[in-house]
């Protein structure tokens, strides 16, 4: 593949940004630890929680694996993997009863 096929890749200022937004987004998880034991979301608090792991897949597997570059093959290979692990997690979240909605 030459040069002109191939975008150009992020410079290291874009690393540190895309850095602090990882940073930012793990401390918006522990941050719902702390919320969901003092205000009981139930499961709410696991649907939030598996969408901030699925963005932080997202944007590791796009920038610093720099799939986003590369050929639809293996982005079809990695989201094929992505919706397995996300579909694993549910099941197993909802068999534990995390999931599980109640009525009443």
């Known amino acids: 593949m030459t040069s002109e096929q191939h975008p150009a890749h992020p410079t290291p200022a874009q690393y540190w940004k895309i850095a602090v ?3 930012v987004l793990t401390a918006v998880e522990v ?9 009981d979301l139930k499961y709410f608090n696991s649907i939030i929680l598996l969408s901030l792991a699925g963005l932080k897949f997202v944007i590791v597997v796009g920038w610093y694996m720099h799939l986003r570059y590369e050929e ?3 982005s079809r290979f990695f989201s094929a993997g992505f919706i397995l ?5 549910t099941l197993v979240l909802t068999a534990l009863g995390v999931l599980a909605v109640r009525g009443g």
Not at 31 to 39: D, E, H, K, P, S
Not at 85 to 89: E, K, M, N, R, V
């Open 21 to 23: 937004l990882l940073a």
């Open 31 to 39: 941050a719902m630890f702390y919320i969901n034991n003092a205000l």
């Open 72 to 74: 639809s093959t293996l």
């Open 85 to 89: 692990a996300i579909s694993l997690y």
